[in-house]
């Protein structure tokens, strides 16, 4: 079973040379943390900032630059600085390769949830919306179920949607699936997870085909 870093280790697996990377708040925010030091990646924040390194060390944090979840962060070599609307501008014109979000719910149709519990006090949906509406290729990082032990990958979400139809590959503690028109088809299992374990933690459909392969963290 992985834990946060070790889910966004193995998110940092699907990240190529050359992109450019929308990192959601939570567990997303980790990633820059794993990404190769082969490849050339820039970390976008819709706050406005583009080059985003890993978090500081205890002691060297900057409070004057912050990611979108108002998260201490660095700046990498040739970093820089924007208003939002240039930053939504890079949203919505597509010009972002990969979107890694958090989410409460995903179901198995590729609908997610991310932004509100109904009678819980929120600001706002914030960058969401606009980057599950415009991205083509989103990954989640999310734990496969809740403190109650109850799955997140749904037949259908409970909670308000962020998106419809928009999710493309779920990296949890126990998993690695892919979204297809059949439902939730595993990848890869977490060390020491069985298929039976993500199965039972799983409630929308999930196809199993051949030998699922133990992620390799």
């Not at 599950?132 to 109850?150: C, D, L, P, W, Y």
């Not at 997140?152 to 028109?181: F, R, W, Y």
Request: hydrophobic share 40%; aromatic share 6%; glycine share 12%.
């Amino acid at each position: 079973m992985l834990d946060k870093n070790g889910i966004a280790k193995r998110i940092a697996e699907e990240v190529q040379d050359g992109y450019y990377v929308n990192l959601g708040i939570g567990i997303p925010t980790l990633v820059a943390n794993f990404v190769r030091e082969d490849i050339d990646v820039e970390f976008q924040s819709e706050n406005g900032v583009l080059g985003m390194g890993p978090f500081p060390f205890e002691g060297e944090e900057d409070a004057d630059i912050i990611n979108a979840g108002k998260q201490t962060i660095t700046t990498l070599d040739g970093a820089s600085f924007f208003d939002s609307a240039t930053s939504f501008s890079m949203i919505r014109g597509q010009h972002v390769h990969l979107t890694i979000l958090g989410a409460m719910e995903v179901a198995e149709n590729g609908d997610i949830a991310n932004w509100k519990i109904p009678g819980r006090m929120v600001k706002g949906m914030g960058g969401a919306m606009d980057l599950v509406a415009s991205a083509e290729n989103i990954i989640v990082a999310m734990m496969h179920t809740n403190k109650r032990g109850e799955s997140k990958l749904l037949k259908k979400c409970s909670l308000p949607l962020t998106g419809v139809g928009c999710v493309k590959k779920i990296v949890t503690n126990l998993a690695v699936l892919e979204v297809t028109e059949n439902g939730f088809k595993l990848l890869e299992r977490a060390p020491g997870v069985s298929v039976e374990d993500i199965k039972n933690a799983t409630e929308g459909a999930l196809i199993v085909e051949g030998d699922i392969p133990e992620m390799n963290i």
